[in-house]
């Protein structure tokens, strides 16, 4: 089956820092990541999007890179805010239909 | 502009009965995604639903079914539950096989 995994569990950070989240997905055939974030009783919300023909994209404080020699994904928050604690998932599909996600990564901004 | 919104927000129901979960996507939206969400875990593909059909569907019993109609609205059936069917069921809608925005889920006890 597919797997796609987190390194870290828990990650806590001081208020103002950068933050990375990383994230091994096992499918050399995907082809399409997205990082969400999601809160605590609510639905996960999109962030930030990457294709396999590209390593990195950047949005507002988020930047997304994708290593694909060794099958990673890494999520960057710049200037970490309370605002960012919450849970973070990567996931992955190579069917464009059906997306595999990780378990999580629990962000803890420390104010 | 609505997002994908989902009804009801709580359900409890005991093992044995059968449950109807709904979704509207997102305006625009033409692809109706359902994931299962346990408790601490990433969600996990149920089916996906594009013009009606069952496009794609993921590990789980013929207990769960689905259907899409003509404005993409769409519901998720389970029948015969049992304890281990309690957990948060999300819905999420996309333009094909572009990203996935998520609604706040149904969270589902079964006792």
């Known amino acids: 089956g597919e797997s796609v995994g987190l390194h870290l569990p828990t990650l806590s950070v001081q208020e103002g820092d950068n933050s990375i989240i990383n994230c091994a997905y096992s499918?050399?055939?995907?082809?399409?990541f997205i990082w969400y974030k999601q809160e605590s009783g609510k639905g996960p919300q999109f962030i930030i999007d990457i294709r396999s023909n590209m390593d990195k994209r950047q949005g507002q404080r988020v930047t997304v890179l994708l290593n694909k020699t060794v099958k990673h994904l890494s999520l960057q928050i710049a200037a970490t805010q309370p605002g960012d604690s919450a849970v973070y998932f990567c996931?992955?599909?190579?069917?464009?239909?059906?997306?595999?996600f990780g378990t999580g990564t629990s962000l803890t901004v420390i104010p | 502009d609505a997002g994908v919104t989902q009804s009801p927000t709580h359900l409890i129901k005991t093992r044995g009965q059968q449950v109807t979960l709904r979704c509207s996507p997102k305006s625009g939206h033409d692809t109706v995604s359902w994931y299962q969400q346990a408790l601490g875990q990433g969600p996990q593909f149920i089916f996906q639903?594009?013009?009606?059909?069952?496009?794609q569907r993921g590990n789980f019993p013929d207990r769960f079914s689905g259907h899409q109609f003509p404005n993409y609205s769409s519901e998720l059936n389970v029948n015969a539950l049992l304890l281990g069917d309690s957990a948060l069921y999300l819905c999420a809608s996309s333009r094909r096989a572009e990203k996935l925005f998520f609604g706040s889920g149904t969270q589902l006890s079964v006792l």
């Open positions: 499918n050399s055939a995907s082809d399409y």
């Open positions: 639903y594009y013009e009606e059909e069952e496009r």
């Open positions: 996931a992955e599909t190579y069917t464009g239909n059906q997306f595999y």
